[in-house]
Structure formats: C-alpha cells, structure tokens
C-alpha cells in the first residue's frame, strides 16, 4: 500500500515486483555468464574474489571487508581464499595493524588472470546484453541501481 503521508511513495506491491524483476534479470544473465569460456579456469566467484582484490585502493584487503562486496559466507570465502592461494592466485600476510588479522592480496599472476577474464568478461557482458538497452537506458539502470545499492547499506 501506498504511504499517504509520502507523495509518490512505492506500494508493497510496487516494490516486491520491482525487485523480482530485477532479481530475475540477474538470475538470467549470471546463468549465461557463468557458461562463457572465460569462466572454464575459475569460477564467476572466484572471479569475483580477484575483481574486488584488484579494487582494493591498499592491493589488500582482509576476508571479512572483502566479505561486504561478496555474496557468499564468510566460511566459504575462508575455503575460497584457501584455494586461490593454493593455486597461486592469492597471498596473504599479517595485518601489521592488527596481529590476529590476515590480509589478502593478488599475485602477480592472479593480478594477470584477473585482468585476462575480465578483458573477456566484459566484452561477454556487452555480447549478452549491449543491444538490449540503449546508452540512455543503461545510464539510468545504473543510476536506479546505485540509488537502490546506497538506499540500502545507508539504511
């Protein structure tokens, strides 16, 4: 229902079918993206762990402010840092802030694979969705989107 005290304002209804569609749409291109080539050498969530590593503004980060950007458990990141750094992808350090912290870091060759799938990841992206929309649309998608995102860890 809409609140009378707010012009304007979503209803239940508004809002739920919003976000289906929203949740639906990134449901049906995360399937697709998940079978391109790219993703036969890691998977979209390892790929994912690289990608934020390699926003980190220090080059590191710790498992549980990496956890904040990631949609997995902080256990099952735990085991994927494991892996990562098994594979040579990752390393990791004590915090010198912090003596019971880790960080995490790319290697120069998870620094090298991250941008090697990401070059591809990208044109996959515009492969499977650049004519769906045009710039315009894509300019507001991404700013209802980041409104949506803000409204949220805000609140």
């Known amino acids: 229902m809409p609140d009378p005290e707010t012009p304007g304002a979503a209803s239940l209804r508004d809002s739920n079918a919003a976000w289906e569609s929203l949740f639906r749409a990134q449901v049906s291109v ?7 080539p790219e993703f036969k050498q890691l998977s979209t969530r390892e790929y ?9 503004p220090s080059g590191s980060s710790r ?10 458990s902080q256990p099952s990141l735990s085991r994927m840092a494991d892996r990562l750094e098994s594979k040579g992808l990752v390393s990791r350090e004590p915090d010198p802030t912090d003596q019971r912290a880790v960080l995490f870091m790319l290697t120069e060759a998870g620094a090298r694979l991250q941008k090697e799938i990401g070059r591809e990841h990208v044109k996959g992206i515009h492969t499977l969705i650049g004519d769906a929309l045009d710039a315009e649309e ?18």
């Open 138 to 155: 894509f300019k507001v998608l991404q700013q209802l989107t980041t409104k949506l995102r803000n409204h949220v860890e805000a609140g």
């Open 30 to 36: 995360m399937r697709k993206l998940q079978k391109l």
């Open 63 to 72: 498992l549980s402010d990496l956890n904040q950007h990631l949609l997995i």
């Open 48 to 56: 994912d762990v690289l990608f934020n590593l390699s926003r980190c």
